[in-house]
């Protein structure tokens, strides 16, 4: 079976190699067949990683002991369900299922766009297979997951051999979320291909107007998406399973999937200003290019060992072949960039800095700042090392401290944007809509400081949280009490209207309240609690307004492991609340320990609770107990917020298309107007 | 004033500001690197440094006193004692002959004071250790994965 799967594997490099090929010798040429040759076997790619997986898969679900991967990462006892995720827990399996994605997403794009831009599209399909041409050749070259496990004798001969069992997945692995934080991570990583794809292209093809961007906005959108998934997902989880009571680190491997994220979103921002008014098409091009490069350095720095993490990666040769094709990159990229920027010239210039166009212009400095930041911190220990000699690494306190400041001049942003017109605001009207958000915002921080919460930055992030809410609401209830007037239909009604009229604009705004509650989330950190207590059976312990009441630890056992527990009583303000049953689990097959840690998640306040095992000098069973304020809102805005992306990704209904330029009519003060909407300007 | 100026003007407050938070956190958790068998090598200025150590934890050597944990981390054919004084649960891949890394400061008696210990997960991407797997070497016959024999 193996043979089939690494068969299929070199086809797929073949069949890429000549997609490339093919495809510039079209574009050159102008010939149409080889462009269509190009698209067909562009396509292509996907069934054959599709029937290579396939194999793999299959390996894993017949415990075909004697395919090196799957002796590595599965065992007899695996679940089912695990034995599928298995697919991307090492090294070989996962660049595959990066390639796999990849060629999905070439599939999706090349098929939707097979009859449109025919001057476009095969310099995209050129950019995408040439990407999945270089994954491929590390699948094939540098990290085969083909590989049996043999015995080769003196004259020569291989004898394959075949454990009788393997190693078994990671237990930490085993766990749900895990399952799918992994694929939505990488689709959200190969999905950065596509915008980078369209960009490039419309470059080099210099593709006339802004079309480019209304294509590229959705595949970006989409790709964001994913990667906003993958990233609260993989937060959720090191939360409730790593156990250490926390879910963000500031780790490499953390920052490698924060860094396209945060170049992501500038760049939908940002786009609107080149659909609006044909500006910021440098920023533009070059946020496309940032994103797709980072995506790729976030998997070099996984995977390389080149900052030392706790996701622990071997030191591999891998990272040279990484290395060689950011190399490549950069010098494609500036070439790019360099022969064709007077395609890149702006339309327009900045006519005032209380305009949108400058609160956009903030917002990508500010966000670029951020991800200069944490790309810095990451790679200090690298840096230093070449600098001065020692490898020095920088912590959280660097992060954070950088980084707080951004995120809460951000959320102002969110606020403040909406509200200033295009090209330039009157003083009046401006104030006019800000003054209410901002003085219900600063009534909140009253009421917070009165209550006695003193810490400086939670305050501020309470304070702009309420503003940048009041402000959605305020638009949401302007728009639709003219349309109510105008049509008679009731309140919520006119607010579907108005939501369906313009997806963009008001799902936009529903991600915007989506992040303020992840925002308000995060700052609970600012109250945390911690302690730590041998607790006994029959013995008690206060945190906060709980009480944690020993009734038993034992063991039991379960599938493939062995577990100790605690049964704990909780008690809030005396009354009895709930049963919390944490847990060690010891794996035989790996000899790994897996804390699994209750929570108790409420609005207010999430109750976690770690059992360490018993206090090998008095026997008594060691408990970690946790209060971390407002954790809960960080996965309810993480809810809103794919739910507004995908608003956001629904077209429009009736009225005039969200793209059209602003005529460019005087520089005279003008309302807030939003984009285009007839009904709106009736205000 | 030009619109522009304004913004630049802005933009620069804003980057100087972002500097100095920077440069303030830099201080702040500036840690050095080092491997236990260089702690020999080190001149008493760094002896001071926040600093993180790598090495692998002796088995047997992981004992729990007073609600904290002391440990001997070795590398080199060095070994260090360490006690870890955090109040976070110890990882759970914590355990004789994993990879770890503590993040402390050196006591003058010699024992490093921890308050933060990793260990290295049980690794998805590692290298495997297993004495049954041979790689097969020179040409395979058949259409056989080209790179088996780089497989680790």
Redesign the interface.
Known sequence: M??FG??A??LALITAGYAFISGIVGIKTRNPLAIKSSRRAGLAMFPLMALTAGTLIYGFFTNNFSM?YV??HSSIHLPAFYKFAALW????G?LLFWSLLLSLWTFAVLFTNRRKHPELMPYVGVVMTGVEFFFLLLN?????P???????SAS?A?TI?S?ANG?GL?P??QYPEMVIHPPMLYMGYTGMTVPFAFAMGALLAHYPGEKWIHLTRRWMMLAWLFLTCGILLGMHWAYAV????GYWAWDPVENASLMPWITGTAFLHSVMMQEKRGMMRVWNIWLVFAGFFLSILGTFLT?SGVV?S?????Q?SIGGWFVGFMAILIVFCVWAYWRNRGYLKSDN?????V?RE?SF??NN??LL?AAF?VL??TL??VISEAVQG?????????????NV??AL?LIFLTGVGPLLAWRKTSVGSLWRNFAWPMGGGLLAGGVAFAYGFREFYALVCLILGVFVTLTVAGEFYRGARVIASHSGLNFFQSVGRLTMRNTRRYGGYVVHFGIVLIFIGIAGQAFNV?R?V?LGIGSQMKIGPYTLYCQNFDQRNGPNYTAEDATIEVFQHGRPTMMLFPE?RYFAS??????MVSIHSTLARDLYV?Y?GP???NNKPVI?AFLNPLVKWIWLGGVVVLLGTLLAMLPSGSGPAPGTPLPATSGAAAEAVPEGDVLERTR | MKAQTKFIIGAAIILVTLVWLGWVGASESKTYYHTVSELSSLRASQLRQRMRVSGYVAKGSIRQINGQTDFTIQEGGKTLPVSYVGSAPLPDTFKGGAQAMVQGRLAPSGQFVAQQVQAKCASKYAASTTPLKSTPTGSMAGPQSPAAAQSY
């Open positions: 193996d043979i690494s068969f594997l070199i090196a002796a590595e827990s090492g090294q070989e996962s094939n070259f540098a990290a085969n083909f590989s049996i496990l043999g015995v080769t020569g291989v051999v454990q190693h990671n930490l692995l790593l156990g250490w009571g995977r030392s706790v996701h622990a990666f071997a591999s210039q900045l006519d005032s800095v305009s400058s212009l903030f400095l500010v700042a930041a810095w911190g200090f220990p020692s490898k020095v690494s920088v912590g959280p306190p660097f992060f954070d401290r950088v400041p951004i001049f911690r730590k041998d060690r790996s000899g790994v320990i897996e804390t770690v360490s206090d090998p000098q970690h």
